[in-house]
């Protein structure tokens, strides 16, 4: 039989419950990758080689939110202590800012070589494994390999988003050929892939293998690098070879707060993970315990519009950034903002501080080791540049850069962009409670902390908070909200002078997982039906 139903259209309420485990847990947005993780712990690899066999996987099977060239941040719990991840690329040492001001650039481009910077997830992939796995490179990518060289089958949520760029750089084709390197390798024979259709990627399993056997070497200083660096140069990059020669997976102290009695853990810059935390620090100055009403949900989106501007106001290059983290961490800072909320909607303004699209996935051994891992091209495929014969789809990070001279986040030669991918992971007294992340640009910091709200004050099990409809600031005076989300609610919103809209994208809203740890180092995870999620458990 052919199957001729829609994979996107449900008549009919559906409910998915927690998982729980003992030996280990994978949780990501796709089934095929989550089988793959839990395929490496099966084999003897712990949560970081596993993390890795999942991401390296969701590279391939879900190319649309992900792939080699893009930027990955990590959180890691491994023997008793936590963990920074930042494998972020910085932007071409030769970039001259003028140069895209004196093309009549206002801001910069989001597809092209222009937004593009180092990618660094092929050096996340060696190093996590290198510092903190049992088992080698080219045993943990295996799984994407096979994948990339045999096939995979779309998933329903992937298939949709595929179409939607396979319609958008249709419209930037017009205006520039290099986009055509996309339809040949994403778009064979001029077809859209649809869900349940197989799709190969030969050259991207030939590139795998060649980051695998040289642990990530080939893309930074070897073959692979040679030929990225090539092409973009014969399309007007001002990359060069030692860009790529030069970058490094760094390692950083993670950030927190303490909130009721649990500690928040994000990155510190140049993500905005911070954001979160700042949000949670001005509502420590409300009353927003009853957290489903009116009253509170204003507070929080309140909260949120202030931590969010002020973040992409001074958020960068932490190299670059006018104020340090504890200004925008002070009990200082979060009572003035606090201040400044009312019973009624403001459109926020910066703070004058006195200064002083990704994907998502959790992964958790026997052994007690605990990851928060996220990675993305940024913006679906990123750039929509496909480096020819190699599988290779580039981010377009560098598109958050400003072009305002007078920016934080001003466009440079050699600087890391502002950021929107954030791993979170929660503990308390000083234990780890687990890794949780939601993945969907500039929703993220929004949807963790809608998340943290229902499991630490509402005592929410993981699929509960996850599952609870959402609400997205989405500028000035507007919030978007789920059709699920309480329209009593939204209309008490609308009176108290926000401009509600409902979207019936689910897939705006984010899609995240979560894996908790017991005292009896019993596991429970959950991942959402916003995405084709699944936690493999063993």
Avoid at 39 to 46: H, V
Avoid at 479 to 501: W, Y
């Amino acid at each position: 039989m052919k199957f001729n139903f829609d994979s996107l259209s449900y008549s009919y309420p559906s409910r998915r419950n927690v998982v729980f485990s003992k030996n280990g847990m994978v949780a990501t947005g796709n089934p095929l990758a989550a089988q793959a993780g839990l395929e490496i712990l099966k084999k003897g690899g712990n949560a970081i080689d596993a993390a890795i066999a999942t991401a390296s996987t969701l590279s391939v099977v879900e190319p649309t939110g992900n792939g080699v060239g893009g930027d990955a941040f990590a959180i890691i719990w491994y023997k008793g202590k936590l963990y920074g991840m930042n494998s972020s690329g910085r932007s071409p040492k030769n970039l001259n800012p003028q140069d895209l001001i004196d093309k009549g650039y206002t801001k910069v481009p989001s597809y092209g070589v222009i937004p593009i910077t180092v990618p660094g997830i092929p050096s996340a992939w060696s190093s996590l494994v290198d510092k903190f796995g049992k088992l080698e490179l080219k045993d943990v990518l295996k799984p994407a390999i096979n994948y990339a060289r045999d096939g995979f089958t779309l998933q329903p949520n992937v298939s949709k988003l595929w179409k939607a760029a396979y319609d958008k750089y249709k419209i930037e084709l017009e205006k520039d050929n290099i986009f055509k390197y996309w339809y040949d390798t994403f778009a064979p024979n001029g077809a859209c892939p649809k869900a349940g259709d197989l799709f190969k990627n030969p050259f991207l399993a030939d590139s795998l293998e060649e980051i695998a056997e040289t642990n990530s070497d080939s893309f930074y200083r070897g073959n692979l690098a040679k030929k990225i660096v090539t092409f973009l140069q014969e399309n007007g990059s001002a990359m060069e070879l030692s860009d790529f020669n030069n970058f490094e997976t760094e390692y950083v102290e993670p950030i927190s707060t303490n909130f009721e009695g649990y500690d928040v853990f994000e990155l510190p810059p140049n993500g905005h993970g911070i954001s979160v935390l700042m949000a949670l620090n001005i509502l420590k100055h409300l009353d927003i315990k009853n957290i489903n009403s009116f009253e509170s949900i204003h507070k929080q989106i309140e909260a949120m519009k202030l931590a969010f501007v002020d973040a992409q106001k001074y958020v960068t290059d932490p190299n670059y950034m006018s104020v340090s983290i504890s200004d925008l961490l002070s009990d200082d800072y979060s009572k003035q903002r606090a201040s400044l909320i009312t019973d009624t909607a403001l459109t926020p303004e910066p703070s004058d501080i006195i200064k002083g699209g990704t994907v998502y996935m959790a992964a958790a051994d026997n052994e007690g080791n605990m990851v928060s891992y996220i990675q993305s091209n940024y913006m679906g495929f990123g750039s929509g540049v496909v480096v020819p014969e190699t599988g290779i789809s580039l981010h377009n990070r560098g598109a958050n850069f400003s072009l305002d001279p007078n920016h934080d986040n001003f466009i440079q030669g050699g600087k890391k962009p502002y950021h929107t991918i954030i791993p979170g992971f929660l503990m308390k007294d000083k234990k780890p409670v687990g890794p949780f992340g939601i993945m969907g640009g500039f929703m993220q910091p929004q949807a963790h902390l809608q998340v943290l709200l229902s499991t630490i004050i509402n005592n929410c099990n993981p699929q509960d908070a996850l599952d609870k409809p959402r609400w997205q600031w989405t500028g000035g005076k507007t919030i978007e909200v789920e059709p699920g989300f309480d329209n009593n609610i939204a209309q008490q919103l609308m009176r108290a002078g926000h401009d509600v809209i409902t979207n019936t994208q689910s897939t705006n809203f984010g899609r995240g997982e979560i894996i908790w740890r017991n005292d009896e180092d019993v596991l429970c995870g959950a991942t959402e039906p916003r995405t084709d999620g699944c936690v493999a458990a063993w």
